[in-house]
């Protein structure tokens, strides 16, 4: 069945944009009474079927609804994006079709990349909802300074995820004991000591993702997938 994403669906009929409404008639040939799918990104789910298989304004009839419920826990990545934009966007695909509820972007001293466009990411994470069937959308953050972002998350659930010297504990270990966590991952140079000295003295823990040493966007995808298989 195909899926349609609809954040501003309200009431007993849906109109596809016009660009969505040319892809559903022209592309995937629907017609009068097919059956698909519509995700609104916070928990709705539902089934249509098509009533006017119209080029321009495809217009689409509700014939059930389910409400998905939040996970018991929630999973937030504060990352340093990439020069190479197309891993971002790798790692967001990625990223919501395991199941994330957020991802930052950090701007850190190391940093490649100073400036980021969200709007291709998120029509990326769209793409990547509709396909793996996820309910909620994860909330994407502008670029933001690697020290004003430490000062808006609770240190008791987040952690920094690096590569130098000194006593680190496996992720998978401590999320296990977290509903809630925030894993911090650093660019290509990684965190620069004064960086973990600060995230330190507020109280954030530092983890390890294991032996391997892993590039960006796969420290932050094997953060997500950690957080999963250990709750």
């Known amino acids: 069945m195909h899926t349609f994403f609809a954040p501003d669906l309200n009431g007993s009929t849906y109109t596809l944009p016009e660009d969505e409404s040319k892809h559903a008639v022209r592309v995937l ?9 519509l995700l609104d990104g916070r928990g709705g789910v539902y089934q249509a079927a098509v009533a006017d298989a119209n080029l321009k304004r495809c217009q689409l ?15 937030y990545v504060a990352v340093a994006p990439t020069k190479n934009l197309d891993r971002m966007e790798w790692l967001v695909e ?11 972007f950090l ?9 980021l466009k969200l709007d ?3 029509k990326i994470a769209v793409s990547a909802l509709k396909q793996s069937g996820q309910a909620w959308l994860p909330q994407l953050d502008e670029l933001t300074d690697y020290a004003a972002f430490l000062k808006t998350v609770d240190p008791a659930t987040t952690f920094i995820a690096h590569l130098e010297e000194g006593e680190r ?3 998978k270990h401590v999320v296990s004991q977290a509903p809630h966590c925030c894993v911090l991952i650093g660019p290509e140079g990684d965190f620069t000591p004064q960086e973990i000295e600060l995230a330190l003295r507020l109280g954030i823990r530092p983890v390890t993702l294991g032996a391997s040493r892993l590039r960006t966007e796969t420290a932050a995808l094997a953060a997500v997938f950690t957080a999963h298989i250990s709750r």
């Open 107 to 115: 701007r850190c001293a190391r940093s490649e990349r100073r400036e």
């Open 120 to 122: 291709r990411l998120e």
């Open 94 to 104: 990625k990223a919501v079709e395991v199941g994330v509820e957020r991802i930052t």
């Open 169 to 171: 504990t496996d992720l």
């Open 61 to 75: 009839r509700i014939t059930h609804y389910e409400k998905v419920s939040p996970r018991s826990y929630s999973t």
């Open 29 to 37: 040939r629907l017609g009068a009474g097919d059956a698909v799918a």
